[in-house]
């Protein structure tokens, strides 16, 4: 299996755009996390998905970010507008069933919001 | 917010064994210790994890106090490669769901040559 997928790996946008970052998690996987990490927070949990259902969005910054997975195969992460403070690594991770211990993280994306 | 206390860094030659210790003594008794680690520029990494006894597997040993209140991550032959942050997790394990990383500031291992 090629892993957990995210892309894109880097994207550099100005303050006000929109930004759309995307994950395809491991085949059969039932779990999709989506967490963030800057040196000032550390790694932190924004929401994460149950065979398709967002499950816990309190990590959820505010209303400018909004995740979807329309399907097992595919998530996104939407910030609109951006600011610069949203500039951070954005990983996503899956995990396959219920008391699984290991959750697969992908290689992250890597946003700067200028 | 994170129930485990680690040294923010560590140094160990290479070779040697790297011992990693993690306080977490607020542990709830179906709380499982996980331990993660960064390389540089990847996501984490799942490394072992444990209920109550020691536990061995081809990354690394765990061995986890009596009372639970500690544990100590043990990787027997450290090489370069070793050389990241790792994260000590306290988090339930549940047959009917799955529960997020709670992820805290961890330890940064340098492997020195």
């Known amino acids: 299996d090629a892993g957990v997928i995210q892309s894109p790996r880097h994207e550099v946008t100005e303050m006000g755009q929109e930004v759309t970052l995307r994950c395809k998690p491991i085949?059969?996987?039932?779990?999709l996390f989506w967490y963030r990490q800057t040196m000032m927070r550390g790694l932190e949990l924004l929401i994460y998905?149950?065979?398709?259902?967002?499950?816990?969005d309190s990590g959820m910054p505010e209303d400018r970010f909004s995740a979807k997975m329309p399907n097992a195969s595919f998530s996104t992460l939407k910030i609109q507008p951006s600011e610069p403070r949203d500039s951070a690594v954005y990983f996503c991770?899956?995990?396959?069933?219920?008391?699984?211990?290991?959750?697969?993280f992908g290689p992250g994306t890597r946003l700067t919001v200028l | 917010d994170a129930k485990t206390t680690q040294p923010p860094s560590m140094d160990c030659a290479e070779g040697r064994a790297a011992n990693l210790p993690c306080n977490h003594s607020?542990?709830?008794?179906?709380?499982?210790v996980y331990w993660y680690r960064q390389i540089h520029s990847q996501g984490p990494q799942y490394i072992i994890h444990?209920?109550?006894n020691n536990e061995t597997n081809e990354m690394a040993s765990l061995i986890i106090t009596e009372d639970r209140k500690s544990s100590t991550l043990i990787l027997p032959h450290a090489t370069l490669r070793d050389t990241a942050v790792y994260y000590c997790?306290?988090?339930?394990?549940?047959?009917?769901?799955?529960?997020?990383?709670?992820f805290g500031k961890g330890t940064r291992l340098s492997v020195i040559a």
């Open positions: 991770a899956s995990s396959p069933e219920p008391g699984a211990d290991t959750q697969y």
């Open positions: 085949s059969g996987h039932d779990y």
């Open positions: 998905f149950n065979n398709n259902v967002p499950i816990d």
């Open positions: 607020t542990i709830s008794g179906n709380e499982y």
């Open positions: 444990g209920l109550k």
């Open positions: 997790i306290v988090r339930p394990r549940l047959n009917s769901g799955n529960t997020p990383l709670v």
